[in-house]
C-alpha cells in the first residue's frame, strides 16, 4: 500500500462524526457546540496539553459572557485558569474577543490581511495584531496563548493552534466546522503537532528535523501532491495515526 492509499483510508474512515466523541476527545466537540468563530478561536487557542483537560476546561466556560459586561466577565471568569495562563489572561481573552465582536468579524480581519497575499499568516498576524490593539495587556500566558506576530518561517513557532482553527472555519466536512466560505483550502497550512510531525518524518513526507513553522509548511507541501486543492484533508488521520500510535 503507498503512502497516498493509506491516508486516503485514513481520510474515509475518520471522516465521520463518531471519530470525534466523549470517548475520542477533541476541543471541536466544544466548537461544535455553537457554531461561531470567536467561540471556536478561543477553543483552539487553550488547545494544548491534555486533550481531556483541554475539553474539561473548555466546557467549563460560560461563551455568553462574550456578549455580557465587563464587569460580569471578570466576575465570572475569575477563578478559571489553565495551565500557563492565569484568570487575568483568560479575562483578556473575553474581553478582547467581545470588544472585537462589537465593531466587526474574525473573518473580516483575517481577509483584511489575506486577501492580498493569499498567505494565511498575513491573515492570522492581522487578528493577533487587532487583539492587542482593542485590549492592551503583556503577560507570559497571554502572549503564549495568543502569539505574536509573524514574520519568519524558520525557527518561528508553527502556529499549529491557529492553524487548527483555520482548518475548523475553512474545511466543511464532518469533523470541521466550514464557517467561512472565503478562504482557499489550498492555501492552508499544516496545524503542526507532535503526532503530524513523528508521523510526517515516518512516512518520508517531511525532512525538516526543526519543529517550525517552514516544517508545518513543508509538510503541507509534500500532502499537496496527493491532493492540491486540499492537503489539510489528511491532517486528522496523520493526527489520530500517530496519537493511536498506528504509525
Given amino acids: ?31 461544535r457546540k455553537y457554531n461561531d468563530e470567536a467561540i471556536a478561536l478561543i ?25 455580557k459586561s465587563d464587569k460580569e466577565i471578570k466576575t465570572a471568569l475569575g477563578q478559571h485558569y489553565y495551565r500557563f495562563q492565569t484568570s487575568e489572561d483568560v479575562i483578556t481573552l473575553f474581553l478582547a474577543l467581545k470588544k472585537l465582536k462589537k465593531i466587526t468579524t474574525l473573518e ?18 492581522a487578528i493577533i495584531k487587532q487583539l492587542y490593539e482593542l485590549y492592551p495587556f503583556s503577560s507570559k500566558g497571554y502572549i503564549f496563548l495568543i502569539g505574536k506576530v509573524t514574520t519568519k518561517t524558520k525557527g518561528s513557532g508553527a502556529l499549529k493552534r491557529w492553524m487548527m482553527w483555520l482548518r475548523w472555519m ?8 466550514g464557517l467561512w466560505s472565503s478562504v482557499n483550502k ?51 488521520a496523520l493526527y489520530r495515526l500517530g496519537q493511536e500510535k498506528i504509525v
Fill in 1 to 31: 500500500m503507498s503512502i497516498k492509499e493509506l491516508l486516503d483510508r485514513e481520510v474515509t474512515l475518520r471522516n465521520c462524526e463518531d471519530e470525534v466523541c466523549e470517548q475520542k476527545p477533541d476541543p471541536i466537540i466544544i466548537a
Fill in 43 to 67: 477553543c483552539a487557542l487553550f488547545a494544548y496539553g491534555n486533550v481531556k483537560q483541554i475539553v474539561k476546561f473548555l466546557d467549563s466556560l460560560d461563551f455568553s459572557l462574550l456578549e
Fill in 108 to 125: 473580516k480581519i483575517f481577509m483584511d490581511g489575506y486577501r492580498d497575499s493569499s498567505n494565511v499568516i498575513d491573515g492570522i498576524n
Fill in 170 to 177: 475553512v474545511r466543511d466536512d464532518n469533523i470541521d466546522l
Fill in 186 to 236: 489550498a492555501d492552508l497550512i499544516m496545524p503542526l503537532d507532535t503526532h503530524t510531525f513523528k508521523v510526517g518524518r515516518k512516512l518520508g513526507l517531511l525532512e525538516r528535523k526543526t519543529y517550525d513553522l517552514q516544517a508545518a509548511i513543508e509538510l503541507t507541501n509534500a500532502l499537496k501532491e496527493f491532493d492540491n486543492e486540499d492537503p489539510l484533508k489528511y491532517d486528522f
